[in-house]
């Protein structure tokens, strides 16, 4: 069982910035896939970006060039870098994690942070 928590989220005021940090107890870490959802009130939780066992890192299109996922294996940690954030952006984060490193099974899941935009 991987343990996956993360930190970061809170209230922020439109176009600015938070990053969000998730850990995984995980031994070979560097080969997992890591992940960030999110789900916003009454909608489906939504990918929002990735980074892969190979090094290979995407978003979900409304993110792409505001956000950025980056990790540190030493820390056994990913981190996800949000500016220019809007009020749409406004959810709860989860961090997910794929032993496979390939991305397509998320099968550990942390208890969410949430980020709030305001105007």
């Known amino acids: 069982q991987v343990q996956v928590v993360e930190s970061g989220g809170g209230l922020v005021q439109a176009g600015g910035s938070l990053r969000l940090s998730c850990t995984a107890s995980a031994q070979t870490f560097e080969k997992y896939a890591m992940g960030w959802f999110r789900q916003a009130p009454g909608k489906e939780r939504e990918f929002v970006a990735a980074w892969r066992g190979h090094g290979t890192r995407n978003y979900r299109d409304s993110v792409t060039g505001r956000f950025t996922i980056s990790r540190d294996n030493a820390k056994k940690s990913v981190y996800l870098r949000m500016n220019s954030l809007k009020l749409e952006d406004t959810a709860v984060y989860y961090c997910?994690?794929?032993?496979?490193?390939?991305?397509?099974?998320?099968?550990?899941w942390g208890q969410g942070t949430q980020v709030t935009v305001s105007s």
């Open positions: 997910a994690t794929d032993p496979t490193g390939l991305g397509l099974s998320w099968n550990f």
